[in-house]
């Protein structure tokens, strides 16, 4: 077993040498990757900064020459990446612990984001009790509070540093008791307003010999499952809840990039696509929300969660965007319209019920999509039992490659 420490040993040589007398004294190997790009490091790593360097497609003395940080951190954390990404495929690499304040918390969780799901990795950093985002991204990362500035050895550091060391060697050192079926993987998009969709659909699914993996629809679940379908790990795309776009197009907190709704039809693997909570752009608190969107309506699903209706127009130009990825697709495709609600709360009677607005999506859908993609109305909401059985079923038979003629 072995583990990696990725840290600027130029600043951060006595902390980084700690942790690796507590990982060592456990009987697991550690091998040092250096990032620092300012002086010489008072002890020897297994990877020197030079090398990570020129991983970057740069040199050491480059980088120091310019004395720009940001390229620097820029191009240790690309350099890092690639030595990461070697030494995991050359067995060296069972888990990766990085150390260090925002330089180095850049660096060394750009090398983890471009490790495989289920590889430990763990971040002690001053940042890790802001928004965290930007260093896991979609990946399994774990950060630590530092609690103290990683500058000296005292009694909090020792004990943050060495919980962390022990942490990592209990991961590297023990196979979890988990089940692993081969059987076909199934992507599925949820939010709240979607849930007993998602539920009945993943039941199906499962009954018919699938596993499935539920993603929550929050900006970074989207990517971390194109992630997932770009790397192979999933064969098939149940797309209940679409509402990331309405994010990305409005511009609300939970947006996934423009990329969403590409993987799956690059890959080719068979998809079903719905329009779970397209009715709906997501922020903060209320008073988070931005005030050109004043006179707009709301609906407060928590303190914390803030949902805004779509209009018509946001509605017509979402139709258009969805339909466009999905006509790109190379794989099998189906698109699934609930002509009576796109989420719980879209139903007659309930806050955001907007008969105007869905038929502006549904009509761009329709108008937008070309005739080799299948096309399923159906009159009833997004979460009734009946069109989250036609999901299934319609992605089981993708899957199984007895793929109907498509009509659209």
């Not at 990039?257 to 903060?284: C, H, W, Y």
Request: negative net charge; aromatic residues 4%.
């Amino acid at each position: 077993m072995s583990v990696v420490i990725i840290g600027t040993l130029d600043t951060k040589d006595e902390e980084i040498g700690f942790a690796r007398e507590i990982i060592e004294a456990q009987g697991v190997d550690v091998h040092v990757v250096d990032t620092g790009v300012v002086g010489e490091p008072p002890s020897e790593p297994e990877t020197a900064a030079s090398t990570v360097a020129e991983a970057a497609g740069t040199t050491l003395e480059q980088l120091q020459n310019e004395a720009d940080r940001g390229e620097a951190m820029e191009a240790m954390g690309e350099g890092a990446a690639e030595i990461a990404h070697q030494l995991h495929d050359e067995g060296i690499l069972d888990g990766v612990l990085g150390l260090g304040g925002s330089g180095n918390t850049s660096i060394a969780t750009t090398a983890m984001r471009a490790l495989p799901v289920g590889v430990p990795k763990l971040m002690v950093s001053t940042m890790a009790s802001g928004d965290t985002e930007p260093y896991v991204g979609s990946r399994d990362i774990m950060m630590m509070y530092s609690v103290a500035d990683i500058e000296g050895l005292n009694q909090l550091s020792r004990q943050v540093i060495a919980n962390a060391a022990l942490a990592m060697v209990g991961m590297v050192s023990n196979e979890p008791d988990v089940d692993v079926e081969d059987r076909p993987t199934i992507g599925i998009t949820m939010f709240g307003v979607t849930t007993p969709c998602v539920q009945t659909a993943r039941e199906r699914l499962e009954a018919n010999g699938y596993e499935t993996i539920v993603f929550h629809a929050t900006g970074t679940g989207g990517r971390a499952m194109e992630t997932l379908i770009e790397e192979g790990v999933i064969d098939g795309v149940l797309d209940v809840t679409t509402t990331e776009w309405a994010d990305e197009l409005v511009g609300g907190v939970l947006s996934a990039g423009p990329d969403r709704l590409e993987a799956a039809g690059d890959k080719g693997i068979p998809q079903v696509v719905s329009t779970g909570a397209l009715d709906m752009v997501n922020f903060g608190p209320r008073d988070s929300v931005p005030e050109e969107f004043e006179g707009r309506q709301f609906h407060i699903h928590n303190p914390q969660v803030t949902l805004m209706r779509t209009t018509p127009e946001e509605n017509a130009e979402l139709g258009t965007i969805i339909a466009e990825k999905l006509n790109a697709a190379a794989g099998p495709t189906a698109l699934a319209l609930p002509l009576e609600g796109v989420s719980a709360i879209d139903t007659a009677g309930e806050d955001f019920h907007d008969p105007e607005a869905d038929t502006a999506l549904f009509d761009a859908l329709r108008s937008t999509l070309d005739d080799d993609i299948e096309l399923i109305e159906m009159e009833t909401d997004i979460n009734d039992q009946a069109f989250a059985e036609a999901l299934a079923d319609t992605l089981s038979e993708y899957m199984r490659g007895d793929t109907r003629e498509q009509a659209g």
